[in-house]
């Protein structure tokens, strides 16, 4: 899909769309002064996409990159019953496997390790057959117009304010206090819908409610036994977001907003096509994947220029539908600044092969170094995620029809298209199956705010590997709490280049636990809060007992199980299955005292000139609870600088 409107005229979208289909042209003096935007910004996720649509909005003309292409009109994005069909579907997937732990008898006692037995076929879990080759751990990554916004599980958290306070603190700039970021979420909410779970559709299903009820009461709720719907029900107004005094700390059970308006998922591939469709000079070419950033060395201190790119689809190896072609290969130039979003995992792959990176390691791959920057794909931080799953006699009613798989046996799916505009009518699939969650403060928090978000669902999640989605739903027999840890303070995790070509995907090492930050105790902390959590899950489990007016049949604990009890069982169990998938901090914004910080907070890239990077990456700290608001909000915070500047030196 190329998409091209706006400001421009006609010829120059003709000339300009000759430039994508004819490889020798961009190389031509013509193409060079038509192919050239004011800004050129690579990825369309939750950094990039937004970021976009507001220099295009102020009148700049700018070109976003996007790797994948627009999944426009497939019901696998937009229902968001569908949030883990959409990670299996191969068109808009790239499947990125990381590292847990180094310690490869640590890393395989993890039932989800994967192993390689031909192509795009996989041994999951123990005793793998002779000859597989050892991949690791599946990390879910969206490469589409929207990026991996395009298949989260749309829960939308705002930050806590210290996350933005103590990058002002770090920084000594005051534009990142959580005081003046408040206006960025303003800003949002002009373009991203959020909307809890209609409660009508869980209120069909007592024997779910019984578990949300008695997670209610293990939150600190007395529900009374008898009649405990009225209670739930005014929980389920309370948002986790409501601009409260002492909101950040507040303990409590809440409703889980998502980014979907009356039961469709819309987030920035929407503000992307309004912001194209309204005549902003915004230029999208996906299927663009970008190899290299260009910089001119003459003067001074070196500038990014523009970037090369590979134009075709499927192109990176992570991607299960590539296959031998390498695209074709253009160039386009950046008259003001080059911003690449490409994420935590790509936003450093890129920077390095462009020679922006540890001297040593860019040496290793034959690099010419443009900038010895040792901080890029260093600091890694991401979330850890532990479940509690149960398993009834008998099928949660809820899901009755639902097949998940988008063919006409599909009842839920038919249901969620015949009601467009009666959000309660639509159904099941207007949920992302998770409707409440506990926010709980450990008691290993070093901050007051809360640390642990545990949500519930009528699902079998147990974490990423191929196939995961439909493992979870095998049958509607199950019922599961997750816990995510927030402020987690391992910052060990790497980003590695594995070889200089640029459609290999780079090594990923998170080095959980014991393997990464240790200092203070800090592993040992973090693995603390997790066994609350489990502890917390098993309470509200137990209260389950208390609420037999709702129904349902016994259940039996299958994970960690009965015979996990100790802290020690309980710690080991964490260590072995936790997974994350909010990776980010692999670029972070630090003071010049630092040499390991990768941008100033203007989201510059230090010691080059013209190229920023705004996506999960930049944060010096993992940030909240759940991380794509935060992201969104340093997009809006960016476009604010660039304009700023831009108009400055106009
Ligand atoms: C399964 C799953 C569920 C999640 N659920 C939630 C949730 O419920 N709530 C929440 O807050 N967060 C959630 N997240 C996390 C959140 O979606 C991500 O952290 C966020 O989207 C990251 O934003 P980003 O801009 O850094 O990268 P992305 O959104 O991943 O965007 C990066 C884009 O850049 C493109 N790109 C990369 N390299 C190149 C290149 N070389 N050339 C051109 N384009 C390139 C990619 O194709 C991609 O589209 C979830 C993540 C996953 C995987
Ligand atoms: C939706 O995703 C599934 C994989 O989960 C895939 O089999 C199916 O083809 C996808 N549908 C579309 C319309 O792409
Ligand atoms: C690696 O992990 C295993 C399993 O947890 C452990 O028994 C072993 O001692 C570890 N090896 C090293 C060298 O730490």
Known sequence: MRLRVGLLSSWLAISASLVAALPAFPNSQAARDVDEFDFVVVGSGAGGGPLACRLAKAGFNTLLIEAGGDANGNLNVSVPGYQAVVTQDPTLRWDIFVNHYKNQTQAKRDPKYVYETGHNEYHVGPSPPPGAKDLGILYPRGSMLGGSVNHNALIWITPHDRDFDTIAQLTGDNSWAASNMKKYLLKIYQWLPVMPTDPTILLRDLP??????????????????????????????????????????????FQVPLTM????????????????????????????????????????????????????????????????????????????????AGGTFNTPQILKLSGIG??????????????????????????????????????????????????PHDLCLKQWQENPYIFAARGAYTSNGLATMMLQRSSFASTPDVDLSIFGGPLNFQGYFPGWHDFSVRDHKHFSWYSLKAHTRNRAGTVELRSSNPLDQPLINFNY????????????LDLGALVQAIRKSRE???????????????????????????????????????????????????????????LDSD??????DGLRVVDASVFPDI????IQSAIFMASEKAADVLIAEAKANA
């Open 208 to 253: 779910l409610t019984r578990h949300l009820v008695a997670g209610a009461e293990a939150a600190g709720y007395s529900v009374p036994v008898l009649s405990p719907l009225a209670r739930l029900g005014q929980l389920l107004l309370q948002s986790p977001n409501a601009p409260v005094p002492n909101r950040d700390f507040v303990e409590g059970y």
């Open 261 to 340: 308006k009356f039961g469709e998922r819309q987030a920035v591939r929407e503000y992307i096509l309004r912001t194209v469709a309204e005549g902003h000079p915004l230029t999208v070419r996906t299927n663009t994947f970008v190899t290299k950033i260009k910089f001119d060395s003459s003067g001074p201190k070196p500038r990014a220029t523009g970037v090369d790119y590979l134009q075709g689809e499927y192109l990176y190896k992570a991607s299960p539908l590539h296959g031998t072609s390498s695209g074709t290969p253009g160039s386009v130039r950046a008259k003001r600044e080059v911003i690449i």
């Open 358 to 407: 540890p001297a040593r390691e860019l040496q290793r791959f034959g690099i010419p170094v443009i900038k010895n920057l040792p901080g890029v794909g260093t600091n890694m931080m991401d979330r850890y995620e532990v479940p509690v799953n149960v398993k009834h006699e008998s099928d949660f009613s809820v899901l009755d029809g639902c097949t998940f798989d988008l063919k």
């Open 513 to 524: 636990f014991h393997e990464g930050t240790t200092a203070g105790g800090a592993d040992r």
């Open 540 to 598: 509200a489990l137990g209260d389950w007992a208390n609420y037999p007016v709702l129904g349902g049949t016994p259940f039996v604990e299958e994970n960690p199980g009965p015979s996990v009890q100790t802290d020690e069982q309980i710690g080991q169990f964490i260590k072995d299955v936790a997974w994350g998938h909010h990776a980010a901090c692999t670029c972070p914004i630090g003071p010049d005292s630092d040499p390991m910080a990768v």
């Open 603 to 608: 989201f510059r890239v230090k010691g080059v």
């Open 623 to 626: 940030p909240g609870v759940f």
